[in-house]
T-cell receptor, first 112, second 112 residues
Framework: DTGVSQDPRHKITKRGQNVTFRCDPI?????LYWYRQTLGQGPEFLTY????????KSRLLSDRFSAERPKGSFSTLEIQRTEQGDSAMYLC??????????FGNGTRLTVT | SQKIEQNSEALNIQEGKTATLTCNYT??????LQWYRQDPGRGPVFLLL?????KEKRKERLKVTFDTTLKQSLFHITASQPADSATYLC???????????FGSGTRLLVRP
């Protein structure tokens, strides 16, 4: 169990650029989640996969956001045409069925 | 409106004392309530889960209570240590098992 791994740890981008983050969950976990956290706030749910199927998306996830989990393994979160309001910590978590979530250490995005 | 509230001010206590953190919620009916610890620049780490039909749960120096009438959970750390200094997040689980609703967290500082 090497834990949930996220890459990159930090990303600085200019407004209007596209960015993509990667998450490698714990290998035997079938569920994968994306959350977003801004300074001084708790994480907010973005989306959730059961194996390769994306089962729910928050209304926070605008059309500019897309997440995939091909083959039910790693996941990517892409943000197109980034805006300054997208600056946040993007957290990935995984779990085996209903067990508690294991979070990665996040990707901190700064949009300038 | 729906709210989940944790003390926004930091809790500053002397080593060896018991820390008590509060989580209050409004207009939710969670099936479970979870507590996580988060260190700066890191993802949340799961600590304890308590079900709606449980009044109290313990794990080593940690104790959680859950009062569904008061809509409140208390999180206690006994014999606190400087290493317990972190932000503690409560999270409501509506039995969806995937979409946790987090409070904004309370920062705990334990002085040596």
């Amino acid at each position: 169990d090497t834990g949930v791994s996220q890459d990159p740890r930090h990303k600085i981008t200019k407004r209007g650029q596209n960015v993509t983050f990667r998450c490698d969950p714990i290998s035997e976990h079938n569920r994968l989640y994306w959350y977003r956290q801004t300074l001084g706030q708790g994480p907010e749910f973005l989306t959730y996969f059961q194996n390769e199927a994306q089962l729910e998306k928050s209304r926070l996830l605008s059309d500019r956001f897309s997440a995939e989990r091909p083959k039910g393994s790693f996941s990517t979160l892409e943000i197109q045409r980034t805006e300054q309001g997208d600056s946040a910590m993007y957290l990935c978590a995984s779990s085996l069925d209903d067990s508690p979530l294991h979070f990665g250490n996040g990707t901190r995005l700064t949009v300038t | 409106s729906q709210k989940i509230e944790q003390n926004s001010e930091a809790l500053n206590i002397q080593e060896g004392k018991t820390a008590t953190l509060t989580c209050n919620y409004t207009n939710y009916s969670p099936a479970y309530l979870q507590w996580y610890r988060q260190d700066p620049g890191r993802g949340p780490v799961f600590l304890l889960l308590i079900r709606e039909n449980e009044k109290e749960k313990r794990k080593e120096r940690l104790k959680v209570t859950f009062d569904t009438t008061l809509k409140q959970s208390l999180f206690h750390i006994t014999a606190s240590q400087p290493a317990d200094s972190a932000t503690y997040l409560c999270a409501l689980d509506m039995d969806s098992s995937y979409k946790l609703i987090f409070g904004s967290g309370t920062r705990l500082l334990v002085r040596p």
